[in-house]
């Protein structure tokens, strides 16, 4: 069975910059996560999708941060624009539905903002 | 904002001792997990322990509960050089809409040949 797919997996852009992740979860899985990790720290949640839906966006910065599940499968996290600080790795997870415990981690997408 | 908070942040030590890390959190939980992350790599669930359990095993893992102190330990015996990674523990906050993982900072293990 295939993991968690995401890309790319490594991305380099200027300050003020767009740049885009893609992630594709694991078939079936209804519940999708992105989560942002800085060097040293455990990972922070951005927002949590129910099939199309995000159920829980509180901690996005929806200023300059977006993202959608289109047909409750594949979704993508924009930023728009970069900053320096969001310089960081970029997980996501997907699990079977809301009340399943354990999240299945894609391995990541290394953003460097210079 | 990490709710759990991982002690020691690093430890090192040779393969076939046994490892201990700690977590401690601060809000009342439904169930804690521990992750492992290997650098480079997305994150790997290791154990789940619902907050009635007090002790749960896995292979070479031991995991210990203590709602009445919010603490948790994750014991690794007979450690081996692919023990080596980070270590999350990991609290869910149950809301109505479904579950929100919280992470600590992690341990990192080094195991050493």
């Known amino acids: 069975e295939a993991g968690v797919v995401q890309s790319p997996r490594y991305k380099i852009i200027e300050k003020k910059q767009p740049v885009a992740f893609w992630c594709n979860p694991i078939s079936g899985h209804n519940t999708l996560y992105w989560y942002l990790q800085n060097l040293g720290q455990g990972p922070e949640l951005l927002i949590r999708?129910?099939?199309?839906?995000?159920?829980?966006d509180s901690q996005l910065p929806k200023d300059r941060f977006s993202a959608e599940r289109l047909k409750g499968v594949d979704s993508t996290l924009k930023i728009q624009p970069a900053e320096l600080g969001d310089s960081a790795v970029y997980l996501c997870?997907?699990?079977?539905?809301?009340?399943?415990?354990?999240?299945?981690f894609g391995p990541g997408t290394r953003l460097t903002v210079l | 904002s990490q709710q759990g908070e991982e002690d020691p942040q690093a430890l090192s030590i040779q393969e076939g001792e046994n490892a201990t890390m700690n977590c401690s959190y601060k809000t009342s939980i439904n169930n804690l997990q521990w992750y492992r992350q290997n650098s480079g790599r997305g994150l790997v669930h290791l154990i789940l322990i619902r907050s009635n359990e007090r002790e749960k095993h896995s292979g070479r893992l031991r995991v210990t509960l203590d709602t009445s102190k919010k603490s948790s330990s994750l014991l690794i015996t007979a450690s081996r050089a692919a023990d080596t990674a980070s270590y999350f523990c990991a609290t869910d906050a149950r809301e109505t809409s479904g579950s929100r993982l919280t992470f600590g900072e992690g341990t990192q293990l080094t195991v050493n040949p």
């Open positions: 999708y129910e099939n199309e839906e995000a159920v829980d």
């Open positions: 997870a997907s699990s079977l539905g809301p009340q399943t415990d354990t999240q299945y």
